[in-house]
């Protein structure tokens, strides 16, 4: 029987409903368009609340861009971020990560794939099937659970290779770059400061200070 949780604090139990079908839901015009909706192991999981503008919003777009100059310079493969599905079958899972890496390499050796829309317009895709490289969770107060328990465990289950953590909802700014272990995700520690990102073929340490908005910017740096 699968449940829908909304918001990390209310479990509503429904008959059965297979990914197929969420699927199906999601990709159709009744699908909402505003908030996360996302299907975890036979769960789906609702958070409908607005972003919070400087501990996640603009935490996100730091993250974001800095990955994306390098994946551009580089020509590694595409960062997708917010509204991009991601599925995987043999972990049931279908989710809108926050920032979402998948590498040429993964696309050409089939461990993921881009899926076309219905209509079979050429260049136009709605999904990508499979395991992306790299997913990167921004913690919000109403996603804790989900996003530090259940998401770490389906995406292993799913074999993305690397999961970065961020909390920027107090001080200190926590930043975690999980590698893939055995049965679960682990820290890859710090070295100097930095943390070594694998996929990326970089170091990272993230900095914040405080800005004239009464919030916080932050500094993704190459190490």
Not at 52 to 65: N, P, Q, R, S, T
Not at 153 to 173: I, K, N, S
Request: hydrophobic fraction near 45%; include cysteine.
């Amino acid at each position: 029987m699968a449940t829908v949780i909304f918001e990390d604090r209310v479990e509503v139990p429904l008959g059965s409903v297979r990914l197929e079908d969420f699927r199906i839901w999601a990709a159709s015009p009744a699908f909402p368009r505003s908030g996360r909706i996302d299907y975890v192991s036979g769960t789906i999981e609702v958070d409908m609340s607005p972003e919070d503008i400087f501990c996640h919003g603009v935490l996100k777009a730091e993250v974001a861009a800095v990955l994306q100059r390098r994946v551009k310079k580089h020509a590694t493969g595409l960062l997708l971020i917010d509204s991009t599905r991601v599925v995987c079958p043999r972990a049931e899972l279908s989710v809108e990560p926050d920032v979402v890496f998948v590498s040429r390499d993964a696309i050409d050796r089939g461990r993921a794939r881009l899926v076309p829309k219905v209509s079979g317009e050429p260049g136009r895709f709605v999904e990508i099937e499979g395991a992306p490289d790299l997913i990167v969770e921004i913690v919000s107060d109403t996603s804790v659970v989900k996003d530090t328990q259940r998401l770490p465990a389906a995406y292993h289950a799913a074999g993305v290779r690397e999961l970065w953590l961020l909390d920027a909802r107090r001080a200190p700014v926590s930043f975690v770059i999980h590698r893939r272990g055995e049965t679960a995700f682990e820290p890859v520690g710090e070295d100097r400061g930095a943390q070594r990102s694998a996929v990326m073929g970089c170091s990272y340490r993230l900095e914040s200070r405080a800005n004239d908005f009464g919030g916080l910017d932050f500094d993704l740096v190459e190490a």
